[in-house]
């Protein structure tokens, strides 16, 4: 079956220019997650969307980033005013609303600042 | 949240059993255990999940002791494939007012010929 879509796979812009990633969850899952992961690290938690529920917003590392999910379905990852610590790639993930229930990932977005 | 530590880096060689090991000692009542893989340039994919005892499917094993402060992943006769990096996670995303897990740095497993 389908599993999650990420868009683009990779992305390469210059500094201060503003970025748009999406992503489309599996079908049926109402939980979201972004991720970031820088090179040779682990993932580092952006942010997290369960239904209609306010989003929580706690690993966002500046007001530069924002997140929001369009009919508790497609997921926008936007940064605006991009800088070169940005450079990234970016996972999201989705999963049912039931613990227990493990996160599934796309392959990400690989975002390059010049 | 609990916290979970595992080692760096390991090596192995093919068709030997690997045993990774992760810490939690604070590990909470609802929290379940959980395993990912990770290769280079796609995300995560999970491999095992585990409350408590021992969980197999046809990849792993997980070992869970009784007082569960921590679990072993265990893949047997590695391939070249098996190469990759194995994150375990410590949460229960839907209850408890936790919502989210945490990613560790991860196991970087290298199965040698």
């Known amino acids: 079956g389908a599993g999650v879509s990420q868009s683009p796979s990779n992305k390469v812009t210059e500094k201060g220019k503003d970025v748009e990633l999406r992503c489309d969850p599996i079908?049926?899952?109402?939980?979201l997650y972004w991720y970031r992961q820088s090179l040779g690290q682990g993932l580092e938690f952006l942010i997290y969307f369960q239904g209609n529920s306010a989003p929580d917003k706690s690993g966002l590392p500046s007001d530069r980033f924002s997140a929001e999910r369009t009919g508790g379905s497609v997921s926008t990852l936007t940064i605006q005013r991009t800088q070169q610590e940005d450079s990234a790639v970016y996972l999201c993930?989705?999963?049912?609303?039931?613990?227990?229930?493990?996160?599934?990932f796309g392959d990400g977005t690989r975002l390059s600042i010049l | 949240l609990a916290k979970t530590t595992q080692p760096i880096s390991m090596d192995s060689y093919e068709g030997q059993e690997v045993n990774i090991t992760c810490s939690h000692n604070?590990?909470?009542?609802?929290?379940?255990i959980t395993w990912y893989q990770q290769f280079p340039s796609q995300g995560p994919r999970f491999i095992i999940q585990?409350?408590?005892t021992k969980v197999t499917n046809e990849v792993a094993s997980l070992f869970i002791p009784a007082d569960r402060k921590s679990s072993t992943l265990s893949l047997p006769r590695v391939s070249l494939s098996d190469t990759a990096v194995y994150y375990c996670?410590?949460?229960?995303?839907?209850?408890?007012?936790?919502?989210?897990?945490?990613f560790g740095a991860g196991t970087r497993l290298a199965v040698h010929p």
């Open positions: 996670l410590v949460g229960a995303p839907f209850s408890g007012g936790y919502n989210k897990l945490i």
């Open positions: 604070n590990i909470a009542t609802n929290d379940y």
């Open positions: 585990g409350y408590k």
């Open positions: 993930a989705s999963s049912l609303n039931r613990d227990g229930q493990p996160q599934h």
């Open positions: 079908s049926g899952h109402t939980a």
